[in-house]
């Protein structure tokens, strides 16, 4: 998980427009072995995300003087950034569920940056919430693991329910490439065709990188082939 701030860091304080402007460059002049409809769909995939983080933030009330508050404002410095994702990096449990009493995992991740004032509180309530949406399979009911239908189908850890009829994901994936993309730590084309799920070779990772390069954005980001 990201929050808003993310976006508005790498991306500038308009981070749609931005955004905009990369899906053109990449539609206009990507890869020509994609078709131009798969080349929009690429660029389209930055916005889409971007948006699902938007309507996410809108839906929880920021307080002033919050954690997400501060790092809109630009208020902690690089190395207080850096430690603090680092931390959560550290502390994070996967998998976890998806919804626990009626709350997404996302809502409260974002919650936790949206009223935390300060550090200390928000690495206890961090902690709290992972051990809250921990999904922990020894609890989970005997009776559905060992059910005909997991009997025929390996199971995968993207989405099941336990008895209180909870769903839990494995998104860890998804997320850690949309953070790399986020940080500039893409390294491989294999990276970016699983956020896309289309098909590159690590020259157009390169040539990913350039249309990056156009933004205006205080921060780059870097994707080395």
Do not use: C
């Not at 808003?4 to 072995?33: A, C, H, V």
């Amino acid at each position: 998980m990201i929050t808003l701030s993310s976006f508005n860091r790498y991306f500038g304080n308009n981070p749609l427009q931005t955004l905009t402007k990369i899906r053109d460059e990449i539609i206009e002049n990507g890869n020509p072995e994609l078709t131009k409809e798969a080349r929009e769909k690429l660029g389209n995939s930055f916005i889409n995300v971007y948006k699902d983080y938007v309507k996410l933030s809108d839906k929880v009330e920021l307080v002033e003087g919050s954690i997400e508050d501060k790092l809109r404002k630009n208020e902690f410095s690089e190395s207080e950034v850096k430690s603090l994702f680092k931390w959560i990096d550290e502390n994070t449990k996967s998998p976890h569920w998806m919804e626990v009493d009626g709350v997404s995992y996302d809502e409260a991740y974002t919650k936790l940056f949206h009223t935390s004032k300060n550090i200390d509180e928000f690495k206890t309530k961090y902690l709290e919430l992972q051990q809250k949406y921990l999904v922990d399979f020894r609890n989970i009911n005997s009776s559905q693991k060992n059910s005909e239908e997991n009997k025929e189908k390996p199971f995968t850890p993207i989405q099941g329910e336990s008895k209180n009829k909870e769903t839990y994901k494995d998104d860890s994936t998804r997320n850690e490439l949309v953070k790399k993309l986020l940080e500039g730590k893409f390294s491989t084309s294999k990276e970016l065709e699983l956020l896309f799920g289309m098909k590159f070779s690590d020259d157009d990772a390169g040539e990913f990188n350039k249309i990056l390069s156009l933004n205006s954005a205080p921060k780059s980001i870097d994707i080395k082939a």
